[in-house]
């Protein structure tokens, strides 16, 4: 990560896809606890030991001490005898145990001289069945026993091996807590795949991710932070966000500069939230006793009708091509200082350029007309990406807002979407984020401080007072360097 944003930005990330991780977990930790309980055996470890003896006894004290020196001798020369692949071998074949590799069963023996004495402790770790183990190390005894006999029969003195313990069960390793370790391990394993995947995913994602980001790519302020409206539902507090949010966009559009009452709301591709800001924007005006006509441009894939839940019987389509009078197309919803002109109609537009209906002399003559009736007009454009129609209307209004979409909209197409108004010499308002993370952008995070709801018939005093607080915040801001000069 480039900076303390992006790395902020990938946890983000990361934190919203956190159910899959425990979705993940969830899979992997039991798959693998069964699996690793399944391939791993129980392991007995057996203990016995075996004393290597003189055949004599010394008559004096120095010549016992000798033979004694001699055992410890003998004692420790015999653990090469035990720990044998020939003595393993015959243990095996004695116990009737069919091994191809009898060096696995060696490297299971472990034999020790006991506090430096005659005395060897030999160990086996035996697999699932102790009696066996048992009989395999009763076998390894006495295969240990003839070899020493072999070893030291020529001696003076010689030495057998004489067995002091017969070997018994001296620890059973479970191999649950092995299955637990190797589930952890692997459950960590997936967590730490998740999140090279996520840096991964993050490095190579194009879409816009911050508030940053956003001005840093365009030199246009983020002026409202839109919080996705899917979570949002349930609490009053919840939908008090996303009111609050369309009250600082007004906010900003009210204070951007005189004269701006036409505004088209445009997106650089489909899906970005653009007709849910026009209706959001819309609705938030009219609550401030402003007239105002939502205007539907999108002819190709009309919402808004569905969106405010009524049906015209003439649109903008019907207007433009003569079909109807503007008072027809004219819709009053529930808010009383709100109309709407959708786009539906009743002409087959399949043979009909609608981009060159929005170019066109009867379109510019609608906007006067609407303009000297209504304190603001906004316009609801088709998506950039797919459609010349919203460039035909940015030409012609007093300023344009920009959607995009958090973890949606691609740089490519905010780089395209700029460029397309710059070349119309287009007024841009500035860019509001939908689906934001709370908190996000220089004026998401204000939403916090409202506690007050606006109601239908007017403003409360707290949010008139933010308003013109962000008014003057909004005006500083065009005028700080770096920006882009509208």
Not at 1 to 21: D, G, Q
Not at 119 to 139: Q, Y
Not at 261 to 267: D, E, H, K, L, Q
Not at 288 to 301: G, K, S
Request: proline residues 3%; hydrophobic residues 45%.
């Amino acid at each position: 990560m480039n900076s303390n944003t992006n790395f902020s930005e990938y946890l983000k990330l990361c934190a919203k896809r956190l159910s899959v991780l425990w979705l993940l977990i969830a899979f992997v930790f039991p798959v693998s606890l069964i699996a690793a309980k399944i391939m791993t055996p129980v392991q007995y470890t057996i203990t016995a030991k075996l004393s290597v003896q003189s055949d004599v006894m010394g008559e004096t004290i120095a010549d016992q001490y000798n033979i004694s020196e001699l055992s410890r001798s003998a004692a420790l020369t015999s653990i090469s005898l035990i720990d044998n692949s020939d003595t393993v071998l015959v243990a095996l074949k004695a116990s009737k145990i069919k091994s191809d590799r009898p060096m696995d069963y060696q490297k299971r023996i472990t034999v020790k001289q006991t506090n430096d004495s005659n005395v060897l402790e030999i160990v086996v770790v035996f697999d699932s069945d102790s009696v066996l183990g048992e009989t395999f190390m009763a076998n390894l005894l006495n295969a240990s026993d003839q070899r020493i006999r072999d070893k030291f029969q020529s001696s003076n003195p010689s030495f057998r091996g004489v067995i002091d313990d017969p070997g018994r069960v001296s620890h059973i390793n479970s191999p649950w807590l092995i299955s637990f370790g190797f589930a952890f391990a692997a459950s960590g394993i997936t967590a730490a795949a998740f999140f090279i995947f996520n840096i991964f995913s993050f490095a190579a994602d194009r879409t816009l991710r911050s508030s940053q980001k956003f001005e840093t790519l365009t030199r246009i302020p983020v002026i409202a932070a839109i919080p996705p409206v899917a979570r949002m539902i349930g609490t009053e507090r919840s939908v008090n966000q996303v009111s609050n949010a369309y009250r600082v966009l007004r906010s900003a559009i009210k204070y951007s500069r005189k004269g701006v009452r036409t505004i088209a709301v445009c997106s650089p591709s489909p899906r970005d939230g653009r007709t849910s800001v026009a209706i959001g924007l819309a609705q938030a005006l009219a609550d401030t006793n402003a007239m105002v006509l939502l205007l539907e441009a999108d002819m190709h894939r009309p919402n808004i009708s569905r969106e405010l839940r009524f049906d015209p019987v003439f649109g903008l389509g019907d207007l433009l091509l003569g079909k109807a009078n503007l008072a027809a197309t004219i819709n009053k919803t529930s808010n009383r200082n709100l109309y709407v002109i959708t786009a539906v109609n009743n002409v087959n537009m399949n043979s009909i350029d609608v981009c060159d209906l929005l170019d066109s002399d009867v379109f510019t003559e609608l906007l006067k007309a609407v303009e000297s009736q209504f304190d603001y007009v906004i316009i609801d454009t088709p998506a950039i990406e797919l459609l010349p129609d919203a460039a035909a209307v940015a030409g012609k209004v007093d300023g344009c807002l920009i959607v995009a979409q958090y973890g949606h909209t691609r740089t490519d197409m905010m780089k395209f979407a700029i460029d397309v108004f710059d070349s119309l010499d287009s007024e841009v308002i500035g860019i509001v984020t939908t689906n934001s993370p709370r908190r996000s952008g220089a004026f998401g995070s204000v939403s916090r401080y409202y506690r007050t709801r606006n109601s239908h018939t007017g403003d409360s005093i707290i949010t008139t007072l933010l308003d013109n607080f962000f008014g003057v915040v909004n005006m500083i801001r065009s005028k700080l360097p770096g920006k882009r000069k509208n």
